[in-house]
């Protein structure tokens, strides 16, 4: 299959997956934010990001390296199978260390999140959903290492699905009280859904453990493996100081309010960035040694990227309002101006995450933290100088100038090492979103019919020209063939 049509379909499949899991979503939030209103919104968002933190140090990083290593041994039944059982005892071992570890220090950290040891014993609980994460992960690790799209885009839409009906529970019977095992339901369900797939996969022959063979499985996944959980736990961290500046300076329902626009600004170029982490990251792997080859490969999937995300992220900056009291309630209108500052850095963080992939490809760990924490910098930087006199909206313009840095910094790193240079009909259409975002997001300020209409207008222009160039493309690889 030819470069663009692969793109094509792997955006294809996630993206229907999305819609989906969108629509799901949107049925949740909107029940979840009249039961528990802002306040209980940002408590599930503390809660979440505590686990996300968590498991992201227990894990250190074997759930991304995990994936180069199944990939490289798809083809090679018996290190396949020495490679599965390697992720799943090394997931299990760490699970049950962070989950001890948090347990232990539950106090602490609730000290550190909420100023006090209120919620303490809540946070105790939630080490249990450390474990559920990384048994969790190491099924989705597997599913995306023998890219098994299908099964991934089918594993997303479930787990939504029973979160519905399942994890809403808890919150219907005890309201706020039941924000906590609405976190944990909902990763349990995630788990038992990844092994339902993976059980599914082809049996492969259960060999003695082959402690040497193992230990080399496990040496490799953490030599790659730490230096990304170090660059993730830089953003988790960051976010949860957020949350945690939030909460302390303006309150929990501000933080409601900070977390509406985030999960907004996040799923909705989910199909696109999951994409880049299921196809083009082995492809691009692959392609390293010739540096010509994954120049092609990096502009490709940049231009399929803004084609496929350019008219959602320009309809959710005019149409903010709406998403925001369709998904939310009114009580959640401070996140409007949030989620419109957000999605205009979303697109400049599509258009760089090409190029972050590049650093990952080459094995240039040690560049690629330096790059995360160069955003986290001056993501958290902007905010504790400016919250108290800008108020909640800081936490939108801070992450698009944070994002306008690390695409600089992405494009002088990139240049020198392989030479690659985003082109000029990319940097354009990113500059061309980004100037029309900004437009509407000012009109917005003068009158809001106005940036409506206009907003509207600018969307259908770019949908056309990015059907247009989609059909392009797909003919031009259609003939080469």
Avoid at 82 to 90: C, E, G, I, M, S
Avoid at 361 to 389: H, K, P
Avoid at 452 to 479: D, H, P
Wanted: aromatic share 12%.
């Amino acid at each position: 299959m030819t470069s663009y049509r692969q793109i094509f379909r792997s955006s294809a499949i996630t993206g229907v997956s999305s819609i989906i899991t969108i629509v799901i979503g949107i049925i949740k939030m909107k029940v979840l934010a009249g039961l528990l209103g802002p306040a209980g919104i940002g408590l599930i968002g503390v809660y979440q990001n505590i686990i996300g933190i968590a498991s992201t140090i227990a894990g250190c990083g074997i759930g991304s390296s995990g994936v180069r290593q199944i990939a490289a041994a798809s083809d090679q039944p018996a290190n396949l199978a020495v490679v599965r059982h390697a992720l799943w005892t090394a997931n299990l071992f760490l699970g049950l260390s962070g989950m001890a570890v948090l347990w232990l220090l539950r106090e602490p950290v609730a000290k550190w999140v909420f100023g006090n040891t209120e919620h303490a014993t809540e946070i105790g609980w939630l080490s249990i959903g450390v474990l559920l994460t990384l048994v969790a992960g190491s099924q989705t690790t597997l599913l995306q290492g023998l890219r098994r799209i299908g099964d991934l885009a089918r594993f997303n839409i479930l787990g939504a699905f029973l979160s519905v009906f399942v994890s809403m529970l808890p919150v219907y019977w005890l309201r706020e009280q039941g924000a906590l095992w609405f976190v944990l339901t909902s990763i349990f369900l995630s788990a038992i859904v990844a092994t339902y797939y993976v059980v599914r996969l082809p049996r492969f022959r259960l060999m003695p453990f082959d402690w040497p063979a193992l230990g080399r499985e496990w040496q490799g996944m953490l030599k790659f493996g730490l230096p990304l959980m170090i660059g993730t736990l830089f953003t988790l961290a960051t976010q949860l100081a957020v949350r945690s500046i939030i909460v302390r300076e303006i309150g929990l329902a501000a933080s409601g309010h900070f977390q509406a626009a985030w999960y907004i600004s996040m799923t909705y170029i989910g199909f696109v960035l999951g994409a880049m982490a299921t196809d083009y990251y082995p492809r691009l792997t692959a392609a390293m040694n010739d540096h010509s080859q994954a120049i092609k490969i990096v502009n490709e999937q940049a231009e399929m990227s803004l084609l496929l995300s350019g008219p959602i992220l320009l309809s959710m900056i005019t149409f903010a309002p709406w998403v925001i009291h369709l998904l939310y309630a009114e009580d959640f209108t401070p996140a409007i101006s949030i989620l419109r500052w957000q999605v205009l850095g979303d697109i400049l963080k599509v258009s760089s995450w090409p190029m972050s992939f590049i650093l990952l490809a080459q094995g240039r760990s040690g560049i690629f933290i330096g790059t995360e924490l160069l955003w986290n910098a001056v993501y958290i930087g902007m905010i504790i100088f400016g919250i108290q006199e800008k108020g909640i909206i800081i936490t939108g313009v801070s992450f698009w100038i944070s994002y306008i840095f690390y695409y600089i910094s992405l494009i002088l790193i990139v240049l020198k090492i392989i030479n690659y240079l985003p082109t000029y009909r990319n940097f354009l259409f990113t500059f061309f979103l980004l100037v029309t975002g900004g437009v509407v997001i000012f009109l917005a300020t003068q009158s809001v019919f106005i940036s409506y209409f206009f907003g509207l207008i600018l969307t259908i222009i770019v949908s056309v020209y990015n059907i247009t160039r989609l059909r392009l493309l797909m003919n031009q690889e259609k003939y080469k063939r």
